[in-house]
Nanobody, 121 residues
C-alpha cells in the first residue's frame, strides 16, 4: 500500500505565503504524475497544479503566477509554494499521485488526507 501525507497548511494573512509538502511512502516502484487539488466549503474539488515525473509543470489560471509546483524524486515528495495568497484560496488542499507498485503493472491513483489552508486577516 501507499500513503500520501500532506503538511504545511495553516492560517495565513492575505498576501502571505505557504509551502505545502506531500510525501509518498510504501510500495512504490515508480511515481508518475503528481497533482495538487483543493476543495473549498460547498464547492467541488478542483485541480490547482500538476507535475510529471520529468518535472514538466502546469497550473490553472486562477493560481498561475502565484504558485510553483516542484518535486524531489529521491524523496518521493512534492511541494507547492503558494505566494500572494487570497481569501479565495482558502480550502483543503489534497495531494494526488499516480503510482506503479511493480514493473509492468498498471498505475494506481492515490490521495492524501488533505491539509487546511486558511487565508484571513
Amino acid at each position: 500500500q501507499v500513503q500520501l501525507v500532506e503538511s504545511g497548511g495553516g492560517l495565513v494573512q492575505p498576501g502571505g505565503s505557504l509551502r505545502l509538502s506531500c510525501a509518498a511512502s510504501g510500495s512504490i516502484f515508480s511515481l508518475y504524475a503528481m497533482c495538487w487539488y483543493r476543495q473549498a466549503p460547498g464547492k467541488q474539488r478542483e485541480l490547482v497544479a500538476a507535475i510529471t515525473s520529468g518535472g514538466n509543470t502546469n497550473s490553472t489560471d486562477y493560481v498561475k503566477g502565484r504558485v510553483a509546483i516542484s518535486r524531489d524524486n529521491a524523496k518521493n515528495t512534492m511541494y507547492l509554494q503558494m505566494n500572494s495568497l487570497k481569501p479565495e484560496d482558502t480550502a483543503v488542499y489534497y495531494c494526488n499521485a499516480h503510482i506503479q507498485h511493480r514493473f509492468g503493472e498498471p498505475l494506481y491513483d492515490y490521495w492524501g488526507q488533505g491539509t487546511q489552508v486558511t487565508v484571513s486577516s
